[in-house]
């Protein structure tokens, strides 16, 4: 089955500072790897997503991820972290079991940025 | 970019009387409606996946009789919480595939507060 790791509950960083927030997977096949935001009693937001091509993937809000297939890898980072990037950020993966497009999540990473 | 709504966005309900929440895409007709649930700081569930004129696809746990989903037309599909309980509190999230964009990916509703006393 495919799944993906999200080996940290929390991230702190300070403003203006560089943000990683880590994802790590495990497919059979190709991986078809996405990260999503979700604000405080929202739905989530669809931020980037890997399919095939370039392993540097640019999304919203300034956002970009590199994916890395020696490592099984897809962390997700941010040149300079705003305090409105405070949320908890999910890594999922597609996973076709059943005959349907159907996404797989991680537990979720806290990120919080600190003025 | 694609919009999904959801409606209520919050509902308190007795317990043993049935819940209806409906998912709708806005601007696009979505053939496939995920449903998803999601406790205090832990990560989303699968519920089910609806699909238009044809009977939803349960995950395995789930129970079909007490989570009943109707997707009748493109753009609208509900989940009913049958008899709901305590244990049925929850946050409830929606999302649609927009077959005319990338169709891996998904747009989820705003989610749906439940809360039965």
């Known amino acids: 089955a495919q799944s993906v790791a999200q080996p940290e509950d929390q991230v702190n960083v300070a403003e203006g500072n560089p943000l990683t927030v880590k994802c790590t997977y495990s497919?059979?096949?190709?991986?078809?790897l996405f990260w999503y935001v979700q604000y405080p009693n929202r739905g989530l937001q669809f931020l980037l997503k890997?399919?095939?091509?370039?392993?540097l993937v640019k999304g919203s809000y300034g956002f970009e991820a590199e994916f890395n297939k020696s490592q099984t890898s897809f962390h997700l980072k941010k040149p300079s972290a705003l305090v409105s990037d405070s949320a908890l950020y999910f890594c999922a993966v597609r996973d076709r079991a059943g005959g349907y497009n159907k996404l797989i999540f991680g537990a979720g990473t806290r990120l919080a940025v600190h003025p | 970019g694609a919009v999904v709504s959801q409606h209520p966005s919050w509902v308190i309900c007795k317990s043993g009387t049935s819940v209806k929440i409906e998912c709708r895409s806005l601007?696009?007709?979505?053939?496939?409606m995920f449903w998803y649930r999601q406790f205090p700081k832990q990560s989303l569930m699968l519920m089910a996946t609806s699909n238009e004129g044809s009977k939803a696809t349960y995950e395995q746990g789930v129970e079909k009789d007490k989570f009943l989903i109707n997707h009748a037309s493109l753009t609208l599909s509900t989940l009913t919480v049958t008899s709901a309980h305590p244990e049925d509190s929850s946050f409830y999230i929606c999302?649609?595939?927009?077959?005319?964009?990338?169709?891996?990916?998904?747009?989820f509703g705003p989610g749906t507060r439940l809360l039965v006393l």
């Open positions: 601007d696009f007709q979505a053939t496939t």
């Open positions: 890997y399919i095939t091509g370039d392993n």
């Open positions: 999302s649609a595939r927009d077959p005319n964009r990338y169709q891996e990916t998904q747009y």
């Open positions: 497919v059979s096949g190709n991986p078809y």
